[in-house]
């Protein structure tokens, strides 16, 4: 049975350069479609975990409806998410970029889409980063919108990719990151950090785990 949630997370998106943003951000899966509405200083465990629920335009256009007659109850700005391109270590089918963009937008034309890689991680092993070809695909796909795009990277994967994320937010200054980890992947907060001073600071968010999360933040202040 298809389903939207929509409820008060334990925290909300926000960067160094503005205020914490209140988002609706929603993630369409086979089973379900997960909207949760942050309200505090930073995005914390939001989006889904690949390993336990493979997404599928099949559940963009109902998710949608159901989104779309809550317009008048929800008021944040939304973020919709979705992973349409195969990444580093994904088994996770993607879901087709052209459909769910177009279907999606028939909906809500002026929504921040939140475009990603599926990927994998495994602990003890060399995991490969984000490829200049899966990079470079990404934005043949979205150098057309005129919507803001933010691209959810894995942490534990970034720091060995950032020449080429580096150069895709350089290629639209409508696009952002979400820096974002699995509940068990390991790297050190000095990726973050590292990311954070070679930024324009505005242009990346965090959905990070503890301890990373509040490492991160002492590190910051």
């Not at 998106?13 to 369409?28: E, M, Y």
């Not at 559940?59 to 949608?64: E, F, I, K, R």
């Not at 990444?87 to 052209?98: E, L």
């Not at 279907?103 to 002026?110: C, G, Q």
Request: net charge neutral; glycine share 4%; with cysteine.
């Amino acid at each position: 049975m298809m389903s939207l949630h929509v409820k008060k997370a334990s925290s909300s998106i926000s960067n160094a350069c503005c205020n914490p943003v209140t988002i609706v951000l929603c993630s369409l899966h086979l089973a379900h479609c997960s909207c949760k509405v942050n309200t505090q200083k930073s995005l914390t465990n939001t989006f889904p975990d690949e390993s336990k629920e493979d997404q599928s335009t099949e559940a963009v256009l109902p998710s949608l409806q159901i989104l779309a007659a809550m317009k008048a109850t929800v008021k944040q700005p939304v973020w919709i998410n979705a992973d349409i391109l195969p990444g580093p270590g994904g088994k996770a089918k993607a879901v087709d970029a052209k459909e769910f963009i177009r279907t999606v937008m028939l909906y809500f034309p002026d929504v921040t889409l939140s475009l990603g890689w599926t990927t994998g991680w495994n602990p003890g092993q060399d995991n490969e980063g984000y490829s200049w070809e899966m990079v470079q695909e990404m934005e043949k796909i979205c150098k057309g919108l005129s919507q803001p795009v933010t691209f959810p990277v894995r942490a534990a994967l970034l720091r060995q990719s950032w020449p080429q994320f580096q150069w895709l937010l350089k290629t639209a200054d409508r696009f952002s990151l979400t820096v974002w980890a699995g509940k068990d992947d390991t790297y050190p907060v000095e990726d973050l950090l590292f990311i954070r001073d070679n930024s324009e600071k505005c242009r990346i968010y965090y959905d990070l785990f503890e301890p990373q999360n509040s490492q991160f933040k002492r590190a910051i202040d």
